[in-house]
């Protein structure tokens, strides 16, 4: 197996969808009007990221500018965003950076093609009144909201100017859309011509993109590993499951945000230098912290389990782990979001028999537990079971991804699979007190 191989071999799938229990009628009839002007003035997450440590280069790891950072630079990113509003702001994040960061210069226009933007659209992003920002350490600061009118599924551009160097910079490597760097400030560009010779595929700095102006529901988090950042599907295309599941919804009529928050090799349980924080520690943040969340979606402990006792590939040690230990991980989510008033759905764990160095029958005895747990025990409002819709139908094939939902590696749905866990995750999230007029 390739350390390439190791590393994505830290992903997972037990997943729990989080809701908000809708109000009663006579409630809403009686307060439909504040809630109308609440819900216009309250911020919903529409795109999210979850950042992480700078990696230093490995033998094994893709390119990234996370290490060396940005000096006289502009990174530029494109996002698409899934709630409509008319007023736009921006997360930016320096959570795992080493040094204060100052930012000289940012904004977010509409996307046309590739680098270039759409005329007329080009929005400065101001700090507290100001054109630059420093972000100390461990911290996170919110652009001044801009007026520009939304559309879900519309793509903007996030420009960031960094005058002097940044140092090594929180980033998340498996963004599977194209993110830019060229020389000098270039946040007022349209052409995006100087943006050409230099692309990767990570995205970098910005944690969020929130909107309001507009009645949304709400918002969506879909938490894990790899499945849920979206490993498999084709880059550039939004075919991630929480790409499809806002789609989906967006179809039938509901107005939800919906924020992305895997992390490829992420583990409920174990921090990693490489996979960011363990689930248990960075739910808060990056669930809990978004705006306007009412339901999250966890896909998360196939790392756990499948890459419990591997070797160091240079990320950390990976501890081999019980049933029992995955699911108190899971319990700790889910008292966490009932803590906020947020209602937790559990997702099974998916097959991981044909993925490279992951299987051995005990691991599979434990996958096997933890689905159990899932499915019986009560302790989530309601199942969603994506082992089965995934799983290979055919005899003596069930601990295997079905061939038409196989990415190619045994463990990562394909687009189609993708499709088929948004769908299953759609039919799981109930009406809320959604105002229609």
């Not at 993109?209 to 939004?238: H, K, Q």
């Amino acid at each position: 197996m390739s350390n390439r191989c190791v590393r994505l071999s830290a992903l997972g799938t037990a997943a729990l969808v989080v809701l908000v229990t809708a109000t009663p009628a006579s409630a809403a009839s009686v307060t439909s009007d504040a809630d109308r002007a609440t819900r216009q003035q309250s911020w919903t997450g529409a795109w999210g990221s979850s950042l992480y440590r700078p990696l230093a280069p490995l033998p094994w790891s893709w390119p990234n500018w996370s290490w060396d950072g940005f000096t006289d630079q502009s990174l530029r990113q494109v996002v698409r965003v899934s709630a409509a509003g008319s007023e736009v702001r921006v997360r930016v994040s320096n959570r795992f950076g080493q040094q204060p960061l100052r930012l000289t210069g940012a904004s977010v226009a509409r996307t046309a093609e590739g680098a270039a933007v759409v005329p007329g659209t080009v929005r400065p992003l101001r700090f507290e009144h100001r054109d630059d920002v420093v972000v100390p350490i461990g911290a996170e600061r919110y652009s001044e909201s801009v007026r520009l009118p939304v559309r879900p599924r519309e793509r903007l551009t996030i420009t960031l100017h960094f005058a002097g160097g940044t140092g090594p910079v929180s980033y998340h490597e498996d963004g599977l859309a194209t993110s830019y760097r060229a020389a000098g400030n270039l946040t007022r560009d349209t052409s995006g011509t100087a943006f050409a010779n230099d692309t990767g595929q990570s995205h970098y700095l910005v944690s969020g993109v929130e909107v309001r102006g507009v009645r949304n529901e709400g918002g969506v988090v879909a938490f894990g590993d790899s499945i849920t950042d979206g490993w498999g599907s084709t880059p550039d295309t939004d075919r991630r499951y929480p790409d499809r599941l806002g789609e989906r919804l967006l179809a039938d009529g509901r107005r939800l945000g919906v924020v992305n928050a895997g992390v490829s090799g992420n583990m409920l349980l174990t921090d990693s230098l490489c996979y960011g924080d363990k689930g248990v520690t960075r739910f808060r943040h990056d669930v809990l912290g978004q705006a306007g969340v009412r339901t999250a979606v966890v896909l998360i402990g196939i790392n756990d389990i499948g890459g419990g006792g591997l070797p160091d590939g240079g990320c950390g040690t990976r501890p081999v782990v019980s049933a029992d230990e995955v699911i108190d991980g899971h319990r700790a989510l889910i008292r966490a979001a009932r803590q906020r008033g947020i209602t937790v759905i559990g997702a099974t764990l998916t097959p991981f028999k044909a993925y490279a160095g992951y299987y051995t029958p005990q691991k599979e005895e434990v996958r096997d537990a933890v689905n159990r747990w899932i499915r019986s025990s009560g302790a989530y409002d309601e199942v969603v079971d994506l082992d089965r819709v995934l799983t290979d139908p055919r005899p003596g094939h069930g601990d295997e991804l079905a061939p038409v939902y196989d990415s190619g590696d045994g463990l990562h749905p394909n687009d189609a699979g993708m499709d088929a866990m948004a769908e299953a995750v759609s039919d799981r999230i109930p009406e809320g007190p959604a105002d229609r007029s």
